[in-house]
């Protein structure tokens, strides 16, 4: 029996020498970027998993709870331009007119000016919404010296023109810029001269099923006119 010593070399994969290392050196950094990003993405969205199946298991809860899906949220607030906010008000009130919103809000200023004038606001809290009284309460128990609404008696109101709209969950919202003029000679004097006139912008709201009417929910200051000087 003759015995052939084989060479095991060719079963075996060649070692790396110094020439593998020099040709995979520059790869080494791309490399370990690339697994630093894939280490990155799995354990953030590792760290996702627990909410998500949260998500998942309330909506499964809510779902056999009510016999169905849960029920969509309330509706946001949505800003309009004035002439697609109207026309938002005419889809759920036809008989809504800007002419006669501006003649109500007019009517209710001479209501909330009188009350200034008298410092008495009693007259108008049907008028306006709880946090606006509250507000106006506050402003009267100042003493007279501190503003100048009660300062002109016979004080003209006008609402000129609507400047926002705006649809929130059971309401509507208008922004309605309203001029304060003062008859010469008796407005305050504010740094030798008199108050002329003041604008606000007044807050009105009103449920979207009108079951009650206008209220004023907010006034806001924006400028005041002071008389020329002599």
Known sequence: MHVFLGDSTGLLPDMPNGLTFALLRPLIIPLALV????????????????????????????GLRHGG???????????????AGVDTIRAVDPAFSIPSFLLEVERIGGLVV?????????????????????????????????????????????????????????????NVRMRMACPPGTGKVIRGRRIL????????????????GWRVDGMNHVAVHLERAA
């Open 114 to 174: 009188a009350g200034w004038a008298n410092r008495n606001l009693a007259d108008c809290r049907n008028l306006m919404t709880d946090a606006c009284w509250d507000l106006q309460a506050a402003q009267l128990a100042r003493p007279v010296g501190d503003g100048w609404r009660a300062f002109a008696q016979t004080v003209a109101v006008t609402a000129e023109t609507i400047v926002a709209v705006r649809s929130e969950p059971g309401i509507h919202r208008i």
């Open 35 to 62: 697994c630093l990003g894939l280490g990155f993405v799995l354990w953030r969205f590792m760290g996702d998993i627990p909410s998500v199946l949260s998500m998942g298991l309330q909506l499964l809860l809510d």
């Open 69 to 83: 899906p849960s029920a969509p949220r309330a509706e946001s607030s949505i800003a309009y331009p004035v002439d």
């Open 197 to 212: 006139e003041w604008i606000e912008d007044w807050t009105m709201v009103r449920p979207r099923v009108a079951s009650t």
